[in-house]
């Protein structure tokens, strides 16, 4: 589902999937996989979301915009989310449109707008 939704976006992209926190942090700090865009769950297996984000953040890579989708609605774990380097969150209740919507704007501003200031 997430490729179908990704057909259209206006940044082509490369999906890497991680079955847990671990993995995906793995699969970031080898290098294995260099992702443009982060999308997470807070609620993972073996390390959860918001320790991942603080990972990225914490660690001496380049980390892309990280966008988080989530079933909780605890207002502490969003801004935590938030706080550790997450450029946006959205509900899991959220409607395709919505989703499609905040992705492409999240890879927007990560490509479109540093290329318009450095025109200016």
């Known amino acids: 589902m997430l ?7 206006p940044v ?3 999906l890497s999937i991680a079955k847990d926190g671990e993995e995906a942090l793995g699969l970031i700090s080898t290098g294995t996989a260099k992702p443009d865009l982060i999308l997470t769950d ?9 320790d991942v984000l603080e990972c990225l953040k914490g660690g001496t890579y380049s980390v892309p915009p990280i966008l988080v989708m989530s079933s909780t609605a605890n207002r502490d774990e969003i801004s935590r989310a938030l706080a550790a380097g997450a450029s946006d969150f959205l509900p899991k209740r959220t409607d395709l449109k919505a989703f499609q919507d905040s992705i492409n704007l999240v890879l927007i501003r990560k490509w479109i707008e540093p290329i318009s200031v450095a025109f200016e």
């Open 3 to 9: 490729q179908v939704l990704l057909a259209d976006c």
């Open 12 to 14: 082509p992209l490369k």
């Open 42 to 50: 807070l609620n993972m297996p073996k390390i959860g979301g918001c």
